[in-house]
């Protein structure tokens, strides 16, 4: 099993900056891969950036390339999200996800946090 805790959601402003971080426990950290999966209002839940389990290769939806950055924390048990020069489509519940199955087949999910992009 492996338990995973978001933070670092919020409101704020088209252009700014937020960093998103989620605390993973339970099995070895470097054992599964991770993402963050984003549930815009009314839409389905889209991977927008991805990371393998030795954090060696990574993958990021066209809508976000050049402005996030996945990355993890082998030693604090974290993943971050990054992001920079947000938009209003950026809104949307963010999720940590984790498995070994590859992204988009996440086995274990965080609680989400709320990222909100006012133009």
């Known amino acids: 099993q492996v338990q995973l805790v978001e933070s670092g959601g919020g409101l704020v402003q088209a252009g700014a900056s937020l960093r998103l971080s989620c605390a993973a426990s339970?099995?070895?950290?470097?054992?599964?891969?991770m993402g963050w999966v984003r549930q815009a209002p009314g839409k389905e839940r889209v991977v927008v950036a991805a990371?393998?389990?030795?954090?060696?290769?990574?993958y990021y939806a066209d809508s976000v390339k050049g402005r996030f950055t996945i990355s993890k924390d082998n030693a604090k048990t974290t993943l971050y999200l990054q992001m920079n020069s947000l938009k209003p489509e950026d809104t949307g519940v963010y999720y940590c996800?984790?498995?070994?199955?590859?992204?988009?087949?996440?086995?274990?999910w965080g609680q989400g946090t709320q990222v909100t992009v006012s133009a």
């Open positions: 990371i393998n389990r030795l954090g060696s290769s990574t």
């Open positions: 996800a984790a498995g070994t199955k590859g992204a988009g087949a996440y086995e274990y």
């Open positions: 339970g099995r070895p950290f470097s054992s599964y891969g």
